[in-house]
């Protein structure tokens, strides 16, 4: 069975970071690229990260400067560093996998397999 589980999630003042994880399992980690996607009540999802199988990362333009992503291929887990958050960065943020290295770049957003989420709130 396919598992992604994020945590790292909590209530944060403006300006402060966190860490998000995402624990995968289910699927060889390894070749597949994980991206990692967020959601505010009543807006669109959007991107905010992805690394590929090859460790390039690309990441969505709010988020360059700020936030970090990398991978640990020996633990199938990625993380998210949100370095001087701001109140508009609060949504359910989801990682999410797919084997094919093109999605974070197709419409929509084509990923297989996604987690559930977890809450990020940034207060000012």
């Known amino acids: 069975e396919v598992q992604l589980v994020e945590s790292g999630g909590g209530l944060v003042q403006a300006g402060g970071s966190l860490r998000l994880s995402c624990a995968a399992s289910?699927?060889?980690?390894?070749?597949?690229?994980i991206g990692w996607f967020r959601q505010a009540p009543g807006k669109e999802r959007e991107r905010v990260s992805c690394?590929?199988?090859?460790?390039?990362?690309y990441y969505g333009d709010f988020a360059k400067g700020r936030f970090t992503m990398s991978r640990d291929n020996d633990k199938n887990m990625v993380y998210l560093q949100l370095n001087n958050l701001k109140p508009e960065d609060t949504a359910v943020y989801y990682c999410?996998?797919?084997?094919?290295?093109?999605?974070?770049?197709?419409?929509?957003?084509?990923?297989?397999?996604w987690g559930q989420g977890t809450q990020v709130t940034v207060s000012s």
């Open positions: 690394i590929s199988a090859h460790t390039y990362t």
């Open positions: 999410a996998a797919d084997v094919d290295g093109s999605a974070w770049f197709r419409r929509g957003f084509p990923f297989t397999y």
């Open positions: 289910g699927f060889t980690f390894v070749d597949y690229t």
